[in-house]
């Protein structure tokens, strides 16, 4: 199964309370939307999302599948957004979970990895910022600047061999961007607003697909216990090897 669809199918659905209450590094396992209660309703929303992933259905299908459910809270009348931004997230989380299995997978192919931000009118100052920048694979900045970043984040990460980097011409980053700052521009006149630190939006500087597999890692030690001692220690061993690849 795809690393995206298999963390999406892991998902327990919560109460919006509930979610909010879970540590940031364990909420990539739940699923809630602020303003659907648990229950027939979330399901559905549920469900369609998980038919987008597994069958790359539109946002236009995504938002037919659950139009009763929407129009009943007005989110196509004063927030419109708000339907978008459950969809894009949830799925470019999932994208990205999946992304991070397999560069996860290349590392000895690809060592390099390269953050990079959709630009356009849209995308967030701080965000612009990371674009472009190359960390080696293993470099604790994936731990809180891996995708997505905010609601609504569309950027990525794409792997890089050394040749690669070196045909490029571009320079390996060793610092944590927060240190620095960027400038929030008014798109209107242009003029420079204010100025930001270097972070992930909030409740989002942490790596969604570490996350996921280092919770994983604990569930199936977890039922490794009533495992047979034979089968376990095989296990065991077989899992040791796969994580060893898998986290940095």
Excluded at 52 to 61: K, L, N, P, V, Y
Excluded at 87 to 116: C, H, K, S
Excluded at 149 to 155: D, I, K, L, T, V
Aim: net charge negative; with cysteine; aromatic share 10%.
């Amino acid at each position: 199964m795809h690393g995206a669809q298999a963390f999406w199918r892991d998902k327990v659905q919560l109460e919006a309370d509930e979610f909010k209450a879970l540590a940031d590094e364990v909420k990539g396992r739940a699923f809630a939307v602020s303003g659907i209660a648990k229950g027939d309703e979330l399901n559905t929303v549920f469900q369609a999302l998980q038919q987008a992933i597994d069958e790359g259905t539109s946002f236009a299908q995504f938002r037919e599948d659950c139009e009763e459910i929407f129009a009943r809270r007005g989110w196509h009348g004063k927030t419109p957004w708000r339907v978008a931004n459950i969809f894009q997230t949830n799925i470019q989380t999932a994208y990205n979970v999946g992304r991070y299995d397999q560069l996860q997978a290349e590392t000895d192919v690809l060592p390099y990895w390269m953050y990079d931000a959709i630009n356009d009118g849209v995308t967030r100052p701080t965000h612009r910022d990371m674009d472009g920048r190359v960390y080696p694979a293993n470099h604790p900045i994936w731990n809180s600047w891996y995708p997505p970043n905010g609601y609504g984040c569309r950027c990525s990460v794409s792997g890089l061999t050394q040749d690669q980097v070196q045909a490029r011409g571009l320079n390996l980053a060793t610092e944590n961007p927060a240190t620095g700052e960027t400038e929030l521009v008014n798109t209107g006149t242009g003029a420079v607003r204010a100025t930001a630190q270097v972070t992930p939006d909030r409740g989002f500087d942490n790596n969604p697909g570490k996350d996921w597999w280092q919770n994983t890692e604990k569930i199936i030690r977890e039922r490794l216990k009533n495992y047979p001692p034979e089968l376990a220690k095989l296990v065991e061993a077989e899992l040791g090897e796969f994580l060893e690849k898998k986290t940095p």
